[in-house]
């Protein structure tokens, strides 16, 4: 597609259960980025992706966390357990290589999560 | 520890005049920052971005300013249309990094 695109758009989810976020990078983009934006704050790296590796996973907030990538191409974020401190939104971002620092990332919509 | 400071919530400027957003950063290890506009429900879009090697770079109606002795810079945008009211968020990253660190974003509002 012509942007990085993210589904759902929306989840509403009880405490508790489990969720899955999806994102498809810009094709071609080796590089792809999860970060998170709570009520009132800044966008908060979670995880990078270098292909189908993950050299980065330093901002997942607890091992409730985890994200894979397969292909080189989709990712899946996961949050088992979720809490409602897990409520915000997240939002996928890819870039063309990773390979250098100053290179432009390219975000999607977002997913916006709310547990109840 | 809040590396990348937008210090003002919000701001608010007539149509046809000058908006001026500022951002104060503490990590001297930066040398890529990024600025983005965000519109509700939808996700960050890249604006205009400059290398620690420059001190301004100018893109139509955006320019953006670099000091690195003060470890401020500024996005200036000139004129200033209705269309442009959005949160505006400063990023940066560090040399061979690649994670960006974000500001906690401006609100600009263009009154007619």
């Known amino acids: 597609g012509a942007g990085v695109s993210q589904s759902p758009s929306n989840k509403v989810t009880e405490k508790g259960k489990d969720v899955e976020l999806r994102c498809d990078p810009i094709?071609?983009?080796?590089?792809l980025y999860w970060y998170r934006q709570s009520l009132g704050q800044g966008l908060e790296f979670l995880i990078y992706?270098?292909?189908?590796?993950?050299?980065?996973k330093s901002g997942l907030p607890s091992d409730r966390f985890s994200a894979e990538r397969t292909g080189g191409s989709v990712s899946t974020l996961t949050i088992q357990r979720t809490q409602q401190e897990d409520s915000a939104v997240y939002l996928c971002a890819s870039s063309p290589s990773g390979s250098r620092g100053q290179e432009t990332q390219y975000f999607g919509p977002g997913t916006r999560l709310l547990v109840l | 520890d809040q590396q990348v400071k937008q210090n003002s919530p919000s701001l608010s400027v007539q149509e046809g005049r000058i908006s001026i957003l500022n951002c104060d950063y503490t990590?001297?290890?930066?040398?890529?920052f990024l600025w983005y506009k965000k519109y509700p429900a939808e996700g960050p879009t890249f604006l205009i971005s400059i290398s620690s090697i420059k001190d301004k770079n100018e893109d139509g109606r955006f320019t953006v300013f670099l000091n690195k002795s003060a470890k401020h810079l500024s996005l200036h945008i000139v004129p200033s249309q209705p269309g442009d009211s959005a949160v505006y968020f400063c990023a940066a990253n560090t040399g061979g990094g690649n994670k960006l660190t974000f500001g906690t974003g401006t609100q600009l509002k263009v009154e007619l």
């Open positions: 990590n001297s290890m930066f040398d890529y």
């Open positions: 094709s071609g983009h080796t590089a």
């Open positions: 992706f270098q292909g189908n590796s993950a050299p980065d």
